[in-house]
């Protein structure tokens, strides 16, 4: 997965100066962080429809869209995959710290 997106990542931040002609992540971009978020939020409501509606190839896709334009949002916003995937590392620390001291009371 880490590999997959890092690859991602570098796809999207070449792309951001191609020309908005050709590339989809670049006319994206060119239409600045809101109408970004916007379609993250699309994504994410027709990613909910496809889990609520049971058609596991549609939320694959759903997901797949999702997760593409959250990191073209990442991208906008300055943070990189590293950056969530060593949140979530972290998370994992801290919750595996709470389960050890919950299993020495
Ligand atoms: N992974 C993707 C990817 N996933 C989804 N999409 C595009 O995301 C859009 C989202 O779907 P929608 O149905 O919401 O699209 P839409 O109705 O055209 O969108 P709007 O009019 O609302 O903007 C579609 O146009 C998809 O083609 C993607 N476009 C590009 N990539 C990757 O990005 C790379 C660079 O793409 P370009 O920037 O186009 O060269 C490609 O090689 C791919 O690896």
Redesign the pocket.
């Given at each position: 997965m880490r590999d997959t997106l890092n690859r991602?990542e570098t796809?999207i931040a070449e792309?951001r100066s191609?020309s908005a002609d050709s590339?989809?992540?670049?006319a994206l971009f060119a239409k600045g962080r809101e109408k970004i978020a916007q379609?993250v939020g699309?994504e994410a409501t027709e990613t909910v429809i496809a889990s609520l509606s049971g058609d596991a190839a549609q939320l694959t896709a759903e997901a797949?869209?999702l997760i593409?334009h959250l990191l073209i949002l990442l991208a906008e916003g300055g943070v990189s995959v590293d950056d969530v995937l060593t949140e979530l590392d972290r998370r994992d620390g801290i919750s595996g710290i709470a389960e050890k001291a919950s299993r020495t009371e």
């Open positions: 991602l796809v792309r191609a590339s989809y992540v670049a379609k699309e797949a869209d593409f």
